[in-house]
């Protein structure tokens, strides 16, 4: 008897071990669990059996990474992977059940057949739109490495919550945006972007509290104006240059934020700096760097410059300073 009980409780302990446990829960749990994988991998669940098929579909976050590269190696495989990943980006939007884009990450590789940007541009305004226009997208990011200009219906999300942009995105006709609800935005080497798509982003970012901005020592920028009421984190780096630059002007980088309480700040590239109304700042880390040969301000004006950034924010509560500051590359 204790034998067969023996037996019979290990049977029921190898079934219980094969049933299919996840599979079980609620379609709102799976999606759930399926938002945090890539989204190709996402529709790939699909063929597990038909409790998945569909499953994907309903998912409220896309993440997708093109994957395309090499295609100086073999052009020929390129070109068919590339016309894979449109095809599979356009029956993603169409037969997505749930109209509800909650977040669209979309990252595109590095290597690209040129003659074809304009089809590229073509399917990528296509594809932000249909995320874009659903009204309910909370956060968007993008990493695009070619040279675009975002569908301007994307510059209106009423209820978007973060926005990051990456790579060589255009701003050139950049007349207004409305973000009501932005509260954090992050905008890294961003080759084509000036101060006056800064101003404009800002301006019609009311609600905004985190701004992240970092911008290459090469860029095409004379000025950068960062104004806002409502910022309270604010990061900025400008890397590091080794070419001399334009001697008809000066970089010049003025922060015009009342109520920041977190600043920071590595500039190897503004040769003109100023900090106003620093009132709530709370935390400041600082990294300046001069460069010999470099900049059009010498050593001494350079460091006079910091020195009376430095009383800008003199009631800061607490000051982290690296040991790169001041110091003259030789």
């Known amino acids: 008897m204790e034998e067969t009980a023996s037996g019979d409780t290990c049977q029921n302990l190898c079934e219980k071990a094969n049933e299919d446990v996840i599979s079980e829960l609620h379609d709102d749990i799976l999606c759930y669990m399926l938002s945090f994988l890539p989204t190709k991998r996402a529709v790939a669940t699909s063929i597990l059996s038909t409790r998945w098929r569909n499953l994907w579909k309903s998912v409220t976050i896309l993440d997708i990474y093109d994957g395309i590269s090499g295609y ?9 992977r590339k016309m894979n990943f449109v095809n599979f980006m356009d029956r993603l939007f169409i037969h997505r059940n749930n109209p509800s884009i909650l977040k669209f990450r979309l990252s595109l590789a590095q290597s690209y057949d040129f003659t074809c940007v304009n089809a590229w541009m073509s399917h990528l305004s296509r594809w932000i739109s249909s995320s874009a226009i659903m009204g309910n997208v909370e956060e968007l990011i993008f990493f695009i490495n070619f040279q675009v200009r975002l569908p301007e219906n994307l510059y209106c999300c009423q209820k978007l919550v973060t926005l990051k942009l990456h790579g060589h995105i255009r701003f050139d006709n950049l007349q207004s945006v409305c973000f009501p609800s932005l509260k954090a935005l992050h905008l890294e080497h961003l080759r084509m972007l000036n101060n006056t798509a800064i101003e404009v982003l800002l301006s019609g970012s009311p609600a905004l509290e985190e701004l992240e901005l970092q ?19 604010l990061t900025i780096g400008f890397v590091c240059i080794f070419v001399p630059y334009d001697h008809s002007y000066r970089k010049k980088l003025t922060i015009d934020t009342p109520n920041l309480e977190f600043l920071k700040l590595v500039d190897f590239a503004s040769e003109e700096l100023s900090m106003q109304r620093a009132d709530s700042l709370l935390q400041a880390d600082l990294c300046f760097g001069y460069q010999t040969g470099v900049f059009n301000v010498g050593i001494e004006e350079y460091a006079n410059m910091v020195v009376q950034f430095y009383r800008q924010i003199c009631g800061v509560k607490t000051l982290s300073l690296s040991n790169c500051n001041i110091r003259s590359e030789r």
């Not at 100086?72 to 068919?80: D, L, M, V």
């Not at 004379?222 to 409502?230: F, I, N, T």
């Open 72 to 80: 100086y190696k073999n052009p020929s495989t390129y070109k068919e």
């Open 215 to 233: 911008m290459e020592g090469r860029d095409s920028r004379r000025s950068v104006h960062v104004c806002s009421l409502s910022l309270k984190r």
